[in-house]
């Protein structure tokens, strides 16, 4: 809370400067949250709407918040503002003109660069993210690398030698779990956009998101194939492919922990912790596992981030949207925020100590310093294709099915869907 009297400062010369001290007005906002974010979000705003006098008035819509906004602004009464379930909705709003553009009325300049490039169209600014949850990494446990003298891989050859080496070693260098009901496939479409991020690079990646380029490119093919670099490799993965089918995502990681270790290593995002610690309640973050970045495998891309993120936008312009705007932008309320959910602050100056361990410090920093972040490629696709072919294609070329009919499925799906 080191930085409130400041923040409020701000928002307070804000009112006044564009002669609308309204101590006693009204902002709407539409979420999704439910539950412990709900309760977290209206934590975060007690401490602006005690200052400014401005009262915040939730609408919690749940799943079904992308077709309320449509069908709001439709009959031309949205909210004053909103969060985006994802940047393509954001970006379907602001093409439409129901957007208000950020430029000049949000501070941003101490949020992560790379989250105001991902809420920007054509160097315009429409909308501001309050946190993230980051997937690229790799979960591991430093004991036990210490033990075997493994060193933590910073390429992807190196990866693939030290994939190598735990197998000579009698080892199983992967846990890799993809079941999660009918959400199943999942799992293994984050590897597939992590590794896309790589090997073809941001803009490609967009443009497959899109789908302005084929699932059957050569580019697309590149990226599952080395995906089945690990999931298809004798001896990589704990349980083979029948394991990586069948094994609940959230039980998945639990084989880092056994005496001795079952597997060696597991990609996951920064959620999964939870999962780690109900299971594992002894284990100290930190020391008994640890996580690195999901390393680099063409070096003109670098280590881009793949994750999602809490998106906010406004269809309103007035003087109480623009001191929420301003105020949600700032360390105050993400401190609030993400310390009371374990997610990563955007405002990269926030104060560490609000993360619960030094893990989840390790993932806000590099999210700080990220130059390139994308969100979650599937769920920025039509559900028919994120949610639906591209899982299924996944487990099918896990389970066996030629890459190249499972791309060609997924292609006709993306036809009719875009």
Request: proline content about 6%.
């Amino acid at each position: 809370m080191r930085k409130q009297l400041l923040s409020f400062s701000l928002i307070v010369a804000l009112l006044f400067s564009i002669g609308a001290m309204a101590l006693s007005q009204e902002v709407t906002i539409a979420v999704v949250w439910s539950g412990a974010e709900l309760e977290a979000f209206e934590k975060a705003l007690i401490p602006f709407e005690q200052e400014t006098g401005i009262d915040v008035v939730i609408e919690s819509v749940g799943r079904d918040l992308p077709a309320v906004l449509v069908t709001r602004l439709a009959a031309g009464n949205p909210p004053d503002a909103a969060a985006m379930p994802n940047p393509g909705q954001m970006k379907e709003f602001a093409d439409q003109g129901a957007l208000i553009a950020l430029n000049g009325i949000v501070d941003l300049s101490e949020s992560s660069a790379a989250f105001v490039d991902l809420a920007s169209i054509d160097g315009q600014v429409y909308g501001l993210f309050i946190s993230a949850d980051l997937k690229s990494l790799v979960w591991y446990s430093p004991k036990a690398f210490a033990a075997k003298g493994y060193e933590v891989p910073t390429s992807w050859p190196a990866l693939i030698d030290l994939c190598d080496k735990i197998v000579a070693d009698g080892g199983t260098p992967w846990a890799l779990g993809m079941e999660s009901g009918a959400a199943s496939g999942w799992v293994g479409t984050d590897w597939v956009e992590d590794i896309m991020l790589r090997t073809a690079g941001a803009d490609v990646y967009d443009k497959w998101v899109n789908h302005e380029i084929s699932w059957t490119d050569p580019r697309v093919e590149k990226a599952f194939e080395y995906f089945g670099q690990i999931v298809n490799a004798p001896g990589y993965v704990y349980g083979g492919a029948t394991g990586a089918l069948t094994i609940f995502f959230g039980d998945s990681p639990n084989a880092l922990f056994t005496d001795p270790p079952a597997a060696y290593m597991h990609r996951q995002a920064t959620f999964i912790q939870s999962f780690i610690k109900n299971a594992n309640p002894d284990l100290v973050a930190g020391e008994d596992y640890d996580v690195f970045p999901f390393p680099a495998i063409s070096p003109i891309f670098g280590n881009p981030l793949l994750g999602a993120g809490d998106l906010i936008s406004a269809f309103n312009d007035t003087p109480e949207v623009r001191a929420l705007l301003t105020y949600l932008a700032s360390a105050t309320a993400q401190e609030i925020w993400c310390a009371a959910l374990g997610k990563l602050a955007i405002n990269t100056t926030v104060d560490p100590s609000i993360y619960p361990d030094p893990v989840t410090a390790k993932a806000a920093d590099m999210l700080a310093e990220a130059e390139t972040f994308r969100f979650d490629g599937s769920d920025l696709m039509p559900a028919a294709v994120g949610a639906g072919t591209f899982w299924t294609g996944v487990l099918d070329y896990v389970g066996g099915i030629p890459l190249k009919t499972v791309l060609e499925a997924i292609e006709i799906s993306a036809v009719d869907a875009y």
